[in-house]
């Protein structure tokens, strides 16, 4: 009996789409036929089909809430509306068909009636859509500022802030499991709407509230109901939060779980708790990395962009969110240090500068540490020998310089050992009897020579 109830309980959302439908074709045929009253018949079967097709949702729906687990207080608004409106279309049905049916409707213009059944299956319908997608689900895109105006209560997201310093410091409730059900559950499980009778924005709510009693069970994850929803795979209509909701991360859902383990401590740190740092570290802020530098600069001016641009260079902005240049002379290959000129304009803008293949000499270096933002530089395949380049030691954002397939002496390797944010070296046949990979510097600068010597294998001697 039980699996019949809930089977029919879940054909709910599908007829009750059969009334409204039904309703919204006979006040069209309603407003359409206002003048010359041919479909009155046509019009009053339709009232009738709906009103039984009502009667259908209404019942459907009841024993959905019942082998569902719904709360009655949570229904309760969205059924009577709905046998309302299954009252009203057999009432609009009589009215149409015969006034003298029911002589109390004779007073009552259709018009009236009309716009009551209009409204109450909008009504009914909203109710419907609060129950399934909870009432902030129109609203909930709006900025919390209009949300405010608008006079809805609304539940800002919590941001869960952890870093390498503080992560074993911060209380596990407060900076991490609050936040998560704050941002996946409370919308749903608050004291002004509580589904299931479960509270979810207070501590006392979530050790004790829930319509089949609490859903945690200290040290023990895999009895309690709130973790168990929240692993349920999504299509599963007992999963939680519901689908079309926000839904929490799998590290953000085995939190839940490791919480529940380590005995439901509203207090206690992460430190005193033992937890590992590879529990949090999906909650650590991101760090991006980008060719060019985290400050702020005006954008070049477009008069200087096509005068260079016109000169044969290649130019353009490193991404839509700055306003960093990338300069190439891949086109140009008879750039020389005197045609450096043209870039002055822009100096300030150019984080990456690509001089391969050109006709520089190490008298550029001079030029190129007049570039106050420039974070990768490329001179491979150049005549430089190194012999000015500590005049880039300035350079505060450098990370990156090639000098492949150049003249390089090795004598001028430690002049970049100094250099404050240099990362990678690039000598590839630049002429060094050297071969891999060298750490210089304080141990943050690595020089790639290349000439890499593959070990012979035993096949590599067979003959065929």
């Not at 740190?269 to 802020?285: C, D, N, R, V």
């Not at 000129?341 to 550029?364: R, W």
């Amino acid at each position: 009996m039980d699996v019949l109830k809930q089977l029919f309980g879940r054909l709910h959302p599908l007829v009750v789409h059969l009334p409204i439908g039904f309703i919204i074709v006979g006040l069209l045929l309603q407003f359409y036929d206002r003048k010359q009253k041919e479909f009155n018949h046509v019009i009053s079967l339709i009232y009738l089909w709906t009103g039984y097709f009502a009667v259908l949702a209404c019942t459907t729906g009841y024993l959905h809430y019942l082998g569902e687990g719904y709360s009655f207080d949570s229904v309760k608004v969205h059924l009577w509306s709905g046998i309302a409106t299954a009252l009203f279309s057999f009432l609009m049905w009589a009215k149409l068909k015969d006034k003298s049916m029911l002589p109390f409707l004779t007073k009552i213009p259709v018009l009236v009636l009309s716009v009551l059944i209009f409204i109450l299956i909008s009504f009914t319908g909203h109710q419907g859509g609060n129950i399934t997608h909870g009432e902030d689900y129109l609203i909930e895109p709006l900025p919390n500022s209009l949300k405010s105006a608008l006079g809805y209560e609304f539940f800002e997201e919590k941001k869960i802030v952890l870093t390498d310093e503080n992560w074993e410091a911060a209380i596990l409730y407060d900076a991490v499991i609050q936040p998560i059900l704050n941002n996946n559950c409370v919308s749903c499980h608050n004291a002004k709407k509580a589904k299931g009778e479960l509270l979810l924005n207070t501590k006392q709510g979530v050790l004790e509230s829930g319509e089949n009693g609490p859903v945690v069970l200290t040290s023990h994850a895999d009895k309690s109901d709130l973790f168990i929803r929240m692993k349920l795979p999504k299509s599963d209509d007992n999963h939680m939060p519901p689908d079309g909701k926000k839904q929490p991360s799998k590290e953000a859902i085995k939190l839940i779980g490791v919480w529940i383990e380590n005995g439901i401590s509203f207090d206690k740190t992460i430190g005193e708790l033992g937890l590992e740092k590879s529990l949090f570290q999906s909650f650590f802020p991101t760090i991006i990395q980008t060719d060019y530098p985290d400050v702020a600069i005006a954008a070049a001016s477009q008069d200087s962009i096509l005068r260079i641009k016109n000169s044969g260079l290649h130019l353009n902005t490193m991404s839509e969110n700055t306003h960093y240049l990338k300069v190439s002379a891949l086109n140009l290959k008879s750039f020389s240090d005197s045609d450096f000129q043209l870039l002055k304009s822009v100096a300030s803008q150019i984080a990456v500068l690509d001089l391969g293949g050109t006709q520089i000499t190490d008298a550029i270096f001079t030029d190129i540490a007049s570039l106050p933002h420039l974070t990768i530089l490329k001179l491979d395949n150049t005549t430089i020998t190194g012999s000015q380049i500590e005049r880039l030691k300035m350079l505060e954002h450098l990370t990156s310089i090639n000098l492949s397939n150049t003249t390089f002496k090795e004598e001028n390797l430690n002049k970049l050992k100094d250099f404050k944010k240099l990362e990678k070296v690039f000598l590839f046949n630049s002429g060094l009897d050297k071969s891999g990979t060298e750490i210089i510097g304080q141990g943050n600068i690595v020089v790639e020579y290349g000439n890499y010597t593959l070990p012979i294998v035993a096949r590599d001697s067979i003959e065929f």
